[in-house]
């Protein structure tokens, strides 16, 4: 084990450095999610450039935080409509995590001599899969659709990737970007790989059920409809009309001649994590102990649904993905490997502790107080993400069209009206557009997460 390696090297380092990491604990910078509330300010305003600007200046030279900035940086692009600037920058983001996953002896060295912040941010599994959905995006908002067909085939790669490393009861949350991957593929007349996408995401949206409450999306139910009706599965079409109730349906023949209208909708933020500490005395050995775990806490929800008026059609946008859950589910998991690199830590510090009160009751404290206040919980995570996606799929005979959107605030209760003029729609194709909406009191949370009383929302499903 690692901790075996390093625990005798790692008391005299500890001892040696104690000093050092007395300056860094009584100096140094805010926790990650402290520092990203700043950007986070400037968001309600939709001022983009600054906050692109407080982001370089946080986080552009830190080593270790290179994937985060990357990944806030191209949100921050994308929500200012840089849609090129901002897959230049994930494709950073995705090239610095695949180069982190071969994390190194020292930096795991490093974290039980100080603490998780000091590894590199590789990025949680949803946050790698959402990386790929919104270079998806970018490209089709670009009207790059072939290069957004080559990153469906990396995402279905990564998602093989991912699936070697986890149990089959651990399975990644796939349900969306495989929803995703189907409409490109169904978009460019793929419509044997559209079919096998939908089915995947029918399959995973199954599983949120369980999990996260989150119901299948009826957009999704009319594209296995039609696609088993198009490929002349029949047997394969029987059930899905049994058991989504759905006997009516738009056919691929009946679309022919139209193109679709695909309208993105990301509300709000992602939960963020804060510090979770508590110190102790051991009243056995009078040392000081300090236990610091992250937690996540979710941001007010943003909003209570979204309507759309286009060409004399309304409807509802309906709701694809809830990051709070995932993300809330992905720290449970790795909770226990939290846990257990925290006890190393603390068996390291009795250690040394304990060897410098032989030599120095004075250097014996110092390491203890050094010790304790270098226990921080790594509060990193990828915040500038939405808290819901909603999304509705609109078909229109060819023409240019303006589009009305609603978006019902869950903050004040008011609605909102946004408009986009121009939108061309050609025979046969897609047509995308997206938006990022951010209520007011986005960055409203308690500075201690104790104070923070989690109540269950609906996210705005019906």
Same mark, same amino acid.
């Given at each position: 084990?690692?901790?075996?390696?390093?625990?005798?090297?790692?008391?005299?380092?500890?001892?040696?450095?104690?000093?050092?990491?007395?300056?860094?604990?009584?100096?140094?910078?805010?926790?990650?999610?402290?520092?990203?509330?700043?950007?986070?300010?400037?968001?309600?305003?939709?001022?983009?450039?600054?906050?692109?600007? $407080? =982001?370089?200046? *946080?986080?552009? %030279?830190?080593?270790?935080? #290179?994937?985060?900035?990357? @990944?806030?940086?191209?949100?921050? !692009?994308?929500?200012?409509?840089?849609?090129?600037?901002?897959?230049?920058?994930?494709?950073?983001?995705?090239?610095?995590?695949?180069?982190?996953?071969?994390?190194?002896?020292?930096?795991?060295?490093?974290?039980?001599?100080?603490?998780?912040?000091?590894?590199?941010?590789?990025?949680?599994?949803?946050?790698?899969?959402?990386?790929?959905?919104?270079? $998806? =995006?970018?490209? *089709?908002?670009? %009207?790059?659709?072939?290069? #957004?067909?080559?990153?469906? @085939?990396?995402?279905?790669?990564? !998602?093989?990737?991912?699936?070697?490393?986890?149990?089959?009861?651990?399975?990644?949350?796939?349900?969306?970007?495989?929803?995703?991957?189907?409409?490109?593929?169904?978009?460019?007349?793929?419509?044997?790989?559209?079919?096998?996408?939908?089915?995947?995401?029918?399959?995973?949206?199954?599983?949120?059920?369980?999990?996260?409450?989150?119901?299948?999306?009826?957009?999704?139910?009319?594209?296995?409809?039609?696609?088993?009706?198009?490929?002349?599965?029949?047997?394969?079409?029987?059930?899905?009309?049994?058991?989504?109730?759905?006997?009516?349906?738009?056919?691929?023949?009946?679309?022919?001649?139209?193109?679709?209208?695909?309208?993105?909708?990301?509300?709000?933020?992602?939960?963020?994590?804060?510090?979770?500490?508590?110190?102790?005395?051991?009243?056995?050995?009078?040392?000081?102990?300090?236990?610091?775990?992250?937690?996540?806490?979710?941001?007010?929800?943003?909003?209570?649904?979204?309507?759309?008026?286009?060409?004399?059609?309304?409807?509802?946008?309906?709701?694809?993905?809830?990051?709070?859950?995932?993300?809330?589910?992905?720290?449970?998991?790795?909770?226990?490997?939290?846990?257990?690199?925290?006890?190393?830590?603390?068996?390291?510090?009795?250690?040394?502790?304990?060897?410098?009160?032989?030599?120095?009751?004075?250097?014996?404290?110092?390491?203890?107080?050094?010790?304790?206040?270098?226990?921080?919980?790594?509060?990193?995570?990828?915040?500038?993400?939405?808290?819901?996606?909603?999304?509705?799929?609109?078909?229109?005979?060819?023409?240019?069209?303006?589009?009305?959107?609603?978006?019902?605030?869950?903050?004040?209760?008011?609605?909102?009206?946004?408009?986009?003029?121009?939108?061309?729609?050609?025979?046969?194709?897609?047509?995308?557009?997206?938006?990022?909406?951010?209520?007011?009191?986005?960055?409203?949370?308690?500075?201690?997460?104790?104070?923070?009383?989690?109540?269950?929302?609906?996210?705005?499903?019906?």
């Amino acid at each position: 084990m690692v901790y075996e390696r390093c625990r005798a090297a790692g008391i005299m380092c500890f001892r040696a450095i104690v000093c050092l990491l007395l300056v860094l604990s009584v100096n140094g910078c805010a926790g990650y999610s402290a520092n990203i509330r700043n950007v986070e300010q400037q968001l309600v305003v939709q001022n983009y450039q600054a906050a692109l600007a $407080i =982001l370089e200046k *946080l986080y552009a %030279g830190s080593s270790r935080d #290179a994937v985060l900035y990357n @990944l806030n940086k191209g949100m921050l !692009l994308r929500m200012s409509g840089d849609y090129n600037a901002s897959n230049t920058a994930f494709e950073t983001a995705k090239q610095l995590m695949e180069r982190v996953e071969a994390i190194s002896v020292t930096e795991q060295t490093s974290s039980l001599l100080i603490n998780d912040q000091v590894k590199s941010y590789e990025g949680e599994v949803f946050e790698k899969l959402l990386l790929h959905f919104y270079k $998806i =995006l970018n490209y *089709l908002e670009l %009207g790059k659709k072939d290069e #957004a067909r080559v990153e469906v @085939l990396q995402t279905d790669q990564r !998602l093989k990737e991912i699936k070697q490393k986890l149990s089959e009861d651990d399975l990644p949350e796939e349900a969306w970007i495989r929803y995703m991957s189907g409409i490109v593929f169904e978009d460019l007349g793929e419509w044997s790989d559209a079919m096998i996408a939908y089915r995947k995401a029918y399959e995973s949206y199954r599983q949120y059920w369980a999990g996260f409450k989150l119901s299948i999306p009826y957009s999704l139910k009319a594209a296995l409809l039609r696609l088993a009706d198009r490929q002349g599965l029949y047997d394969e079409l029987e059930q899905y009309k049994q058991e989504f109730g759905i006997q009516e349906w738009e056919t691929v023949a009946q679309r022919s001649g139209q193109g679709e209208l695909v309208i993105i909708v990301n509300g709000g933020l992602a939960p963020v994590k804060l510090a979770d500490s508590a110190t102790v005395i051991s009243p056995s050995s009078g040392q000081l102990i300090r236990i610091s775990v992250p937690v996540y806490v979710k941001r007010p929800i943003a909003l209570s649904g979204a309507n759309y008026n286009v060409a004399e059609q309304q409807g509802q946008l309906e709701i694809m993905e809830i990051v709070d859950p995932i993300a809330i589910k992905t720290l449970e998991r790795n909770m226990p490997t939290i846990i257990a690199r925290a006890a190393a830590r603390q068996a390291l510090k009795y250690q040394a502790t304990k060897q410098g009160r032989q030599e120095n009751a004075a250097l014996g404290l110092l390491v203890n107080i050094g010790g304790a206040l270098l226990e921080q919980a790594d509060t990193r995570s990828w915040t500038t993400l939405p808290q819901t996606i909603y999304m509705a799929r609109i078909p229109l005979n060819p023409g240019t069209y303006n589009l009305s959107l609603n978006i019902v605030s869950s903050y004040d209760g008011k609605d909102q009206a946004l408009n986009f003029g121009g939108l061309e729609i050609k025979a046969g194709q897609n047509t995308y557009r997206s938006l990022h909406w951010i209520p007011h009191n986005v960055t409203n949370l308690p500075g201690n997460p104790r104070e923070y009383t989690r109540v269950n929302a609906n996210y705005g499903i019906r």
